[in-house]
């Protein structure tokens, strides 16, 4: 799975030759990567690219490097990002997980390395709480207490996507199956 990803960074961005402006570097599962949006275009990646490089708020030139694996845990983007991503110059580095990893101390592990890792390297990490349909978890992952105490100790800041989303739970269709948000959801 990770070599899918290796070769498409490395196609679109050639390690030697640097976005310009500022990059924020995605790392995460299958919601990341867009499942369940009926176009690459419509998941949320995209859409965080497009209104950041439509934003009239001066931060000038957007790349955002979508690094996700679908069906991977914190542990293999963690290996993925230290022998490979990590040679992409990022400036942020944006860990949107919680769905697939089991082990709740693993888990605070990789993320404590993400995060000093990304530093060490010049970059901010930002932690995501993946989503979940109110279905199959109301109150969302398994970890998603444990990541917002796991952001504070560290002195990074969390987005609780799977708030988001629960507190627009009847706005429209949100999700494909369990765990995959449709392109409205995406949106």
């Not at 899918?4 to 960074?9: A, G, M």
């Not at 060490?120 to 105490?149: C, H, I, N, W």
Request: proline share 4%; glycine share 8%.
């Amino acid at each position: 799975r990770t070599q899918s990803v290796k070769k498409k960074l490395s196609d679109r961005y050639p390690i030697e030759e640097h976005p310009e402006g500022n990059t924020i570097m995605l790392i995460g599962t299958s919601q990341t990567w867009g499942s369940g949006a009926s176009l690459r275009e419509q998941s949320w990646a995209s859409l965080l690219e497009n209104s950041l490089r439509n934003s009239n708020s001066g931060i000038g030139e957007i790349t955002v490097m979508n690094a996700a694996v679908p069906g991977s845990n914190s542990g293999e983007l963690l290996t993925l990002y230290q022998e490979f991503l990590i040679q992409y110059r990022h400036d942020v580095l944006l860990i949107a997980l919680g769905c697939n990893d089991k082990d709740l101390s693993a888990f605070q592990e990789h993320l404590a390395q993400f995060f000093a890792l990304a530093r060490q390297y010049g970059a901010r990490p930002v932690l995501v709480t993946e989503a979940l349909s109110m279905e199959q978890a109301a109150e969302g992952p398994e970890f998603t207490p444990d990541m917002g105490k796991i952001a504070q100790a560290h002195d990074v800041p969390w987005l609780n996507l799977h708030k988001a989303l629960r507190d627009s739970d009847d706005d429209g269709f949100l999700w494909w199956d369990v765990v995959h948000p449709t392109s409205f959801g995406h949106r």
